[in-house]
């Protein structure tokens, strides 16, 4: 049952293939859709400082009664916060808002704020000062694991050359009609696991032809065939949802798509617009 596997990150940690993303989802919400979640067999949660919903997905985590052992809990550093004394204090701010000893893992959500996402600025000197406080948080195991988000390769290599301790995942868009082939390979070769957030590329996947045809094919849903395909290529899909149903078959992939499936949906013409997520600068 793939709730129960893991892949283990480069500082020996084991983090579940699959997680429950929990952007959109608002705090009163997140309560119920953490609670349930963890009821159905999911031990890995994904939140985000700029989601709002950290208080939520805390009170979720308390009301399962689970062991926090045995949970994976991800939270993100706003990309606005490109200093140290910021970032040092954010973390803070996390784990008192989540009501939580540790977090598992804390990546830097953009190595540009949002509203610079389209700019040429890189924010080198940021993003390291930003780094820093984490490194010091991992080194004080209030963070298990530390990572980032929507980092390209240049990003990512600021980070290696001049950090001391090697990011542990980078989470970024990845979906059927959507890869970044050179950036995860770049990840791979370097010992980063990657996250697939929107595996279902914020529901355009639905208007597909062709991938509701393959998912008719395998007898699965549309998300099911999203996030199957994120598996086969190595990565860890993030589906978002409040819905106890969705949450069931998402979590339902015990089929195999073939090499000649995988590299037809590898291939399909790249979306290019998403609809209403488009306002987003990550779907710009």
């Known amino acids: 049952m793939i709730l129960k596997e893991t892949y283990t990150l480069n500082n020996g940690i084991e983090i579940p293939k699959l997680g ?16 349930k979640a963890i009821e159905l067999g999911y031990r890995h949660i994904d939140t985000a400082q700029a989601y709002q ?10 009301n399962s009664g689970l062991n926090r052992s045995e949970l994976f809990i991800t939270t993100k550093l706003a990309a606005e916060l490109k200093s140290y004394d910021e970032a040092k204090e954010a973390i803070d701010k ?33 993003n390291l000062e930003a780094w820093k406080a984490l490194e010091e948080a991992y080194e004080a195991g209030k963070l298990k694991s530390i990572g980032l988000s929507n980092f390209e390769i240049p990003d990512l290599k600021n980070i290696l050359e001049n950090g001391t301790i090697k990011p542990m995942v980078n989470q970024i868009l990845a979906h059927i009609t959507n890869v970044p082939k050179e950036l995860i390979s770049y990840c791979k070769e370097n010992d980063i696991l990657v996250e697939a957030y929107s595996p279902i590329g914020h529901g355009e996947l639905f208007k597909n032809e062709e991938v509701a ?21 190595g990565l860890l899909p993030l589906p978002k949802t409040a819905n106890p149903d969705h949450m069931k078959t998402n979590a339902k992939l015990d089929f195999v798509i073939s090499e000649e499936d995988m590299d037809f949906l590898m291939n399909l013409e790249r979306i290019k617009d998403y609809g209403e997520a488009s306002k987003f600068p990550v779907y710009a």
């Open 20 to 35: 429950l993303g929990t952007w959109f989802i608002d705090n009163e919400e997140a309560v119920q859709a953490v609670e």
């Open 53 to 62: 919903n950290e208080e939520g997905v805390g009170k979720g985590i308390q």
């Open 94 to 126: 996390s784990l008192e808002t989540l009501g939580l000893d540790y977090i598992d893992l804390m990546i830097i959500h953009s190595p540009k704020p949002w509203k610079e996402f389209q700019g040429e600025e890189r924010h080198y000197k940021g």
């Open 213 to 233: 045809k393959m998912a008719e094919k395998y007898n699965v849903s549309v998300p099911q065939l999203g996030i199957r395909f994120d598996l086969q290529l």
